[in-house]
């Protein structure tokens, strides 16, 4: 796309401060004035006069004062373009700084302020909803079909080729403003839009268009979209310091993040290593973050959760940023390198996965709150929120969601509907977390009788029942009843399913674990180790239950005096549970007393385990509730340690 004459250029900037507030149909007028190669018959409007537009005066970089951030060229051992923090500037006019990568103790690198280039600052500005509609209107049979990266450089670029700068500027430069409401097109940005550019770019403005308005004053929002903000003909590369300083202050500074997904069941952003850097900086921030659906996705995400809510929670569990992708290896090697410097791998995977989560807990919740009275009690979408929640260490908000699809499947299904005792044993195993072992054991007996009845002796979800019983009869001190249920959910679960089945691995690590409460390290660790040799084949090495299985044996391996053992084992299985559940779920916390106790046992880190048993047990009380028995123990031995016993 050519640009037009300079005599257009010169007319349409003479009077920017008149033209403020000036609508897009005056554009159109000014557009037909006479010019050599007007563009107005290629583009309409405001897109032709913003084409038309030359490029301004090259402003020279900002001089380094104490605090501003810089790029170093001309160095001796240092390469171009590192960047680093000015912390002094002598009275010669040189330079003190601290290179983004420096240690805490490295002294400054003193350079001549003619070695250093100050960054450039933050795009502030965004483009309102209307600027979109209107450049979608005009560009219509150009965006057809076309991805985000497509539209950027056959639509974007071209309108920006003479002024070389960013749409977002050229808009402003004009005064280009919304027609009905004289607001103009580009004002400071108020949402920042995360997004894949793999997107169809009607899609992206489709689940934009959604998200804005549905929000209150829809009008008075500015979008962040970095193919409309950002010059596109500039160089976008920048030193480490930046991303980690500018770039997250801007999105401290705007406020309010929205992530869009798409495809809802394989959201492309959390496959792309720069939308996972844009989360992780809204998350350490901790400015507001939303999700965005265009709407045919949010129709076929809504069926989804009532139907399968099970399978988006898993999808979404599936999220790894060290397998995150970039159009360019080198920004993927960046990101991922500041990532693992700043908060670490593991930690934005727990942050991320915490986020998703939430996310959808709360799309399910809403979903519920839709769904008709008679179809709600029943439905797979009730039992999956509840599930969810309970995941994420809410027992409290789960269990009213328990009950209610308890009571309603046994009032619709039949007290001995399969269905209703699996909501049974579900409301079960959640008292039993909540500590309420003693109104827990009733419900785990009425599902294991039951099933016995209705299903047969044999049946996975009776041995299932049997173990849950088992587990419970243990935790409440009553191993004599519990050890003959272990043995016989074992045996059946190796005969029916098979040595190498998850439900025969998860029967040998309970009765292992029983027996290693008693003090059998003989019997208990060959079989628990058996149990997590099977697990690490079946299930693989960072399976929840492979995890569980890894500390327990830490446990096991403290009991008799092998601590270093121990202490490998456990922090293993700690780095990878927090990493899927976060800092609060029930088997973190279980992990951690499990560290905590492994500590206490080695006088050379007796004190840091006491600290760290007070912890999970303060953690414990707060998210397990007072009446967990587990906490309860963990308060036990901490007790005994500091009264000065042994434990």
């Given at each position: 796309?050519?640009?037009?004459?300079?005599?257009?250029?010169?007319?349409?900037?003479?009077?920017?401060?008149r033209?403020?507030?000036?609508?897009?149909?005056?554009f159109?007028?000014?557009?037909?004035?006479?010019?050599?190669?007007?563009?107005?018959?290629?583009?309409?409007?405001?897109?032709?006069?913003?084409?038309?537009?030359?490029?301004?005066?090259?402003?020279?970089?900002?001089?380094?004062?104490?605090?501003?951030?810089v790029?170093?060229?001309?160095?001796p051992?240092?390469?171009?373009?590192?960047?680093?923090?000015v912390?002094?500037?002598?009275?010669?006019?040189?330079?003190?700084?601290?290179?983004?990568?420096?240690?805490?103790?490295?002294a400054?690198?003193?350079?001549?302020?003619?070695?250093?280039?100050?960054?450039?600052?933050?795009p502030?500005?965004?483009?309102?909803?209307?600027?979109?509609?209107?450049?979608?209107?005009?560009?219509a049979?150009?965006?057809?079909?076309?991805?985000?990266?497509?539209?950027?450089?056959?639509?974007?670029?071209?309108?920006?080729?003479?002024?070389r700068?960013?749409?977002a500027?050229?808009l402003?430069?004009?005064?280009?403003?919304?027609?009905?409401?004289?607001?103009?097109?580009?004002?400071r940005?108020?949402?920042?839009?995360?997004?894949?550019?793999?997107?169809?770019?009607?899609?992206?403005?489709?689940?934009?268009?959604?998200?804005?308005?549905?929000?209150?004053?829809?009008?008075l929002?500015?979008?962040?979209?970095?193919?409309?903000?950002?010059n596109?003909?500039?160089?976008?590369?920048?030193?480490?310091?930046w991303?980690?300083?500018?770039?997250?202050?801007?999105?401290?500074?705007?406020g309010?993040?929205?992530?869009?997904?798409?495809?809802?069941?394989?959201?492309?952003?959390?496959?792309?290593a720069?939308?996972?850097?844009?989360?992780?900086s809204?998350?350490?921030?901790?400015?507001?973050?939303?999700?965005a659906?265009?709407?045919?996705?949010?129709?076929?995400?809504?069926?989804?959760?009532?139907?399968?809510?099970?399978?988006i929670?898993?999808?979404?569990s599936r999220?790894?940023?060290?397998?995150a992708?970039?159009?360019?290896?080198?920004?993927?090697?960046?990101?991922?390198?500041?990532?693992?410097?700043?908060?670490?791998?593991?930690?934005?995977?727990?942050?991320?996965?915490?986020?998703?989560?939430?996310?959808?807990?709360?799309?399910?919740r809403?979903?519920?709150?839709?769904?008709p009275?008679?179809e709600?009690?029943?439905?797979?979408?009730?039992?999956g929120?509840a599930?969810?929640?309970?995941?994420?260490?809410?027992?409290?908000?789960?269990?009213?969601?328990?009950?209610?699809?308890?009571?309603?499947?046994?009032?619709?299904l039949?007290?001995?509907?399969?269905?209703?005792?699996?909501?049974?044993?579900?409301?079960?195993?959640?008292?039993?977390?909540?500590?309420?072992?003693d109104?827990a054991?009733?419900?785990?007996?009425?599902?294991?009788?039951?099933?016995?009845?209705?299903?047969?002796?044999?049946?996975?979800?009776?041995?299932?029942?049997?173990?849950?019983?088992?587990?419970?009869?243990?935790?409440?001190?009553?191993?004599?009843?519990?050890?003959?249920?272990?043995?016989?959910?074992?045996?059946?679960s190796?005969?029916?399913?098979?040595?190498?089945h998850?439900?025969?691995?998860?029967?040998?690590?309970?009765l292992?674990?029983?027996?290693?409460?008693?003090?059998?390290?003989?019997?208990?660790?060959?079989l628990?180790?058996?149990?997590?040799?099977?697990?690490?084949?079946?299930?693989?090495?960072?399976?929840?239950?492979?995890?569980?299985?890894?500390?327990?044996?830490?446990?096991?391996?403290?009991?008799r005096?092998?601590?270093?053992?121990?202490?490998?084992?456990?922090s293993?299985?700690?780095?990878?549970?927090?990493?899927?559940?976060?800092?609060?779920?029930?088997?973190?916390?279980?992990?951690?007393?499990?560290?905590?106790?492994i500590?206490?046992?080695?006088?050379?880190?007796?004190?840091?385990?006491?600290?760290?048993?007070?912890?999970?047990?303060?953690d414990?009380?707060?998210?397990?509730?007072?009446?967990?028995?587990?906490?309860?123990?963990?308060?036990?031995?901490?007790?005994?340690?500091?009264?000065?016993?042994?434990?």
């Open positions: 796309m050519g640009c037009a004459s300079s005599r257009l250029d010169v007319a349409v900037d003479s009077d920017k401060q033209r403020s507030s000036t609508t897009a149909s005056t159109t007028n000014l557009s037909s004035v006479d010019c050599e190669a007007s563009v107005a018959v290629v583009q309409p409007g405001i897109w032709a006069i913003a084409n038309a537009l030359g490029a301004l005066p090259p402003q020279p970089p900002a001089p380094a004062t104490l605090g501003s951030l790029s170093l060229h001309g160095v051992n240092h390469a171009d373009g590192t960047g680093a923090e912390v002094d500037v002598t009275d010669s006019g040189e330079l003190e700084l601290r290179l983004e990568d420096a240690s805490a103790g490295d400054p690198l003193r350079v001549s302020a003619a070695n250093a280039t100050t960054l450039p600052a933050f502030a500005n965004g483009v309102s909803l209307a600027c979109l509609r209107a450049f979608r209107k005009a560009h049979s150009e965006l057809t079909d076309k991805t985000t990266s497509e539209v950027c450089e056959s639509v974007i670029k071209p309108i920006a080729e003479c002024a700068a960013s749409l500027e050229l402003e430069r004009i005064g280009a403003a919304d027609p009905g409401t004289g607001r103009p097109f580009v004002g940005a108020t949402l920042f839009v995360s997004h894949a550019w793999k997107y169809k770019f009607t899609q992206l403005l489709d689940a934009v268009e959604a998200h804005v308005g549905a929000m209150p004053a829809p009008d929002v500015y979008l962040w979209l970095d193919m409309f903000v950002v596109q003909h500039a160089n976008t590369d920048k030193p480490k310091i991303w980690t300083v500018t770039f997250r202050e801007a999105i401290r500074s705007i309010s993040t929205c992530l869009v997904l798409a495809p809802w069941d394989a959201p492309i952003p959390l496959t792309r720069w939308c996972i850097w844009e989360i992780a809204v998350l350490q921030t901790k400015t507001a973050l939303d999700i659906l265009a709407p045919a996705e949010a129709e076929a995400f809504e069926k989804a959760l009532v139907r399968n809510f099970a399978s929670a898993t999808s979404l999220v790894d940023v060290r397998n992708e970039a159009f360019i290896l080198a920004d993927r090697d960046m990101i991922l390198r500041v990532a693992e410097e700043t908060v670490g791998l593991s930690k934005l995977n727990e942050l991320v996965l915490g986020r998703m989560r939430e996310w959808l807990a709360g799309a399910g809403e979903a519920l709150a839709r769904l009275g008679a709600r009690g029943t439905s797979w979408l009730l039992w929120v599930g969810l929640l309970k995941s994420q260490g809410k027992l409290d908000e789960a269990e009213p969601l328990y009950r209610e699809a308890l009571e309603a499947r046994r009032e619709v039949g007290a001995l509907h399969p269905d209703t005792l699996g909501s049974m044993n579900n409301l079960a195993a959640l008292l039993s977390d909540q500590g309420k072992l109104e054991e009733l419900p785990y007996r009425e599902a294991l009788e039951a099933r016995r009845e209705v299903l047969g002796a044999r049946h996975p979800s009776t041995l299932t029942s049997m173990g849950n019983l088992a587990n419970l009869l243990d935790s409440q001190g009553k191993v004599d009843e519990a050890e003959p249920l272990y043995h016989e959910a074992l045996e059946a190796r005969e029916v399913l098979g040595a190498r998850p439900d025969t691995l998860r029967a040998m690590g309970n292992a674990y029983l027996l290693q409460a008693q003090g059998n390290h003989i019997a208990s660790e060959p628990c180790r058996e149990a997590l040799e099977g697990q690490r084949e079946v299930l693989g090495e960072r399976h929840p239950e492979t995890l569980n299985q890894l500390a327990n044996l830490a446990d096991g391996l403290r009991s005096g092998a601590l270093d053992e121990a202490r490998a084992a456990v293993t299985a700690l780095h990878w549970q927090r990493e899927h559940f976060g800092e609060f779920h029930f088997r973190v916390l279980k992990s951690r007393a499990i560290q905590a106790h500590n206490l046992a080695d006088p050379a880190t007796a004190a840091e385990g006491r600290a760290a048993m007070q912890a999970a047990v303060t414990m009380r707060h998210h397990l509730g007072a009446e967990n028995e587990y906490r309860r123990k963990n308060e036990r031995v901490l007790a005994t340690e500091l009264t000065g016993g042994s434990q």
